[in-house]
């Protein structure tokens, strides 16, 4: 594809944008997933099978569909930022829905936005504008009015929980300004492959050091299909589907779709776990429609406005 037609689809990000909006509200579900999994067994088995799963089902495709050529010098890099964003971001997601609710968990993911957002600007990738920022704490508010509108009473420990979840967020959006340059490069399926791999190894080893002895998980029958449907689902497709969006879009308007995250978090609750719908989500998701709508501009200007690589 040309650099003119590149640079439509970059200006006018109607599919990434669907496809980020997709992959939020898949990931919600799957933390919903689990948070029903995760004391079944614990954090760090779950995140290790939901990765092994999910690249599993990714490494297959890139010989397939893309040639396998990337250089070691980018491989190494790309390679560590999957032990960031498939190794530490998953545990630490898993071992914090030990501590903590899924929507309490989820307030605290919502705010990626705006961490990625901070990053780009240091970087020098984004320029911040009013309109972006009013975008972002829309859309964060929103989340967090429609989670804070239904949950539930939290332990003591929720602290422990959220701080894992702080953590999370700081790796998701270094991995979101970081990986921009690579997926750019190379096609986003092998580039989400190779960091996937690389996440899940890194996962299993950790799992040998420590879970090992304890045997393979015992999980029951809608466990093992939690943990299908977070690695299929949650993992393979969902990540695959950022990647894409951040090769074609920024990362601000890629990350910003996260707060739906929340919102499927809470409807897949309900109809899951018996969760109660309230009147504050459809106020939260009104809110974070807005804050789309502000961020997402049709035509992006200065740095944003460049158009990317060539598309296969």
Same mark, same amino acid.
């Given at each position: ?29 799957? $933390? ?10 614990? %954090? ?21 569909? #893309?040639? #396998? ?45 705006? @961490? ?9 990738? =984004? ?7 009013? %975008?972002?704490?829309? *859309? ?5 009015? *429609?989670?804070? +509108? ?17 953590? *999370?967020?700081?790796? +998701? ?12 490069? &190379? ?15 890194? $996962? ?7 879970? @090992? ?26 990540? #695959?589907? &950022? ?31 018996? =969760? ?14 807005? %804050? ?7 035509? =992006?200007?200065?740095? =944003? ?8």
């Amino acid at each position: 594809m040309g650099t003119s037609s590149s640079a439509a689809a970059y200006e006018r990000p109607l599919l990434p944008v669907l496809a980020s909006a997709a992959a939020s509200v898949i990931t919600g579900t799957a $933390l919903v997933a689990t948070r029903y999994v995760v004391p079944q067994t614990d %954090g760090l088995t779950v995140a290790t099978l939901r990765y092994l799963v999910a690249a599993a089902c990714l490494l297959p495709l890139v010989p397939i569909f #893309f040639r #396998f050529n990337i250089p070691l010098r980018d491989l190494i890099p790309i390679a560590i930022l999957g032990v960031i964003y498939f190794c530490i971001f998953p545990w630490c997601i898993s071992a914090a829905m030990q501590y903590t609710t899924a929507s309490g968990g989820a307030i605290v993911l919502a705010c990626t936005p705006a @961490v990625t957002l901070l990053f780009a600007s240091l970087q020098g990738s =984004e320029t911040w504008s009013v309109r972006k920022g009013l %975008g972002v704490a829309f *859309a964060i508010v929103g989340a967090v009015v *429609a989670i804070v +509108g239904a949950a539930a009473p939290l332990g003591a420990s929720t602290w422990l929980g959220d701080t894992l979840m702080v953590l *999370a967020t700081i790796c +998701g959006a270094l991995y979101a300004v970081l990986s921009k340059p690579y997926l750019t490069k &190379y096609p986003p399926l092998t580039v989400t492959a190779v960091a996937m791999g690389a996440g899940a190894l890194a $996962l299993l080893a950790l799992w040998i050091v420590q879970d @090992v002895s304890a045997g393979a998980p015992q999980l029951d029958s809608p466990g093992w299909i939690s943990i299908l449907y977070i690695g299929v689902a949650g993992g393979a497709l969902s990540f #695959f589907l &950022y990647a894409w969006a951040l090769r074609r879009t920024t990362a601000t308007v890629t990350m910003i779709l996260l707060p739906l995250n929340p919102i499927a978090a809470l409807v897949a609750g309900a109809l899951w776990l018996g =969760e109660p719908l309230t009147v504050w989500l459809f106020v939260g998701l009104v809110l974070v429609i807005a %804050g789309i709508v502000m961020v997402v501009n049709v035509r =992006e200007t200065g740095t =944003e406005g460049r158009a990317p690589a060539p598309l296969p």
